[in-house]
């Protein structure tokens, strides 16, 4: 089936310090959305793509399309402790379906060192 | 609107047992998805409803496994004859229309553990 992998698994960053992780499929979506998970809570959407190239911001997160549609990346700058926890990509709508299914990544977890 | 609201939070069953889970949408969110979620993974996609309708389903719902929308609101998610591996996280989303440019919004989930 579908799969994306996302890289790194972990990371465990010192406060300040900028962060990159991404997302990448051997199939083509039509969405690519950004989501942080808290221990315990459902998924909060950070940022949402939905055309190739398209690089959107949101505070200090950066997220872009990939021009292929099948990878995303996703940027935080000056990272604060509050950061800390586990990142998913998520790609919505695979091939030229319109059920709106999103497919996760496995996640990244977050470590911020004060 | 106080988003998407999932009860009970936190399930504990005996294997065998049959459990009932209930999910509130953002209202006039007319999708509705249901995603099971194990530690250290990613949600994994089992159903979603367009107002009452059931539209997909995954392999992952077994027979086992029913979720209903009956008047295009709440839905639930029954899970008969419980076994281990059911236990997992189950989690709501909505979205307010099927097109591309709609994102989905998580409920906090119901926590299931199965003894």
């Known amino acids: 089936g579908q799969q994306l992998n996302q890289s790194p698994q972990s990371m465990f960053i010192q406060e300040g310090e900028d962060v990159s992780m991404n997302c990448t499929s051997s199939s083509i979506f039509n969405t690519w959305l950004w989501y942080k998970q808290d221990p315990g809570e459902g998924p909060v959407l950070l940022i949402a793509l939905y055309k190739a190239g398209e690089l959107t911001s949101n505070g200090r997160l950066t997220a872009q399309f990939g021009i292929t549609r099948k990878d995303s990346f996703l940027n935080i700058s000056a990272s604060i402790p509050s950061d800390v926890g586990i990142y998913f990509c998520?790609?919505?709508?695979?091939?030229?379906?319109?059920?709106?299914?999103?497919?996760f990544g496995q996640g990244t977890t977050l470590q911020v060192k004060p | 609107d106080t988003g998407v609201s999932q009860n009970p939070r936190h399930k504990i069953t005996k294997r065998g047992q049959n459990v009932t889970f209930r999910c509130d949408p953002i209202?006039?969110?007319?999708?509705l998805y249901w995603y099971r979620q194990t530690l250290g993974q990613g949600p994994e996609f089992l159903t979603y409803f367009q107002n009452e309708a059931q539209l997909e389903k995954s392999r992952l719902l077994s027979d086992r496994f029913s979720a209903e929308r009956p008047k295009g609101s709440f839905s639930t998610l029954e899970i008969q004859r419980t076994e281990q591996g059911d236990s997992a996280m189950y989690l709501c989303?909505?979205?307010?229309?099927?097109?591309?440019?709609?994102?989905?919004?998580f409920g906090d989930g119901t926590r299931l553990s199965i003894l």
């Open positions: 998520a790609g919505g709508d695979p091939g030229s379906s319109n059920t709106g299914k999103l497919i």
């Open positions: 989303a909505s979205s307010l229309d099927g097109l591309s440019n709609q994102p989905q919004h």
């Open positions: 209202s006039e969110h007319n999708r």
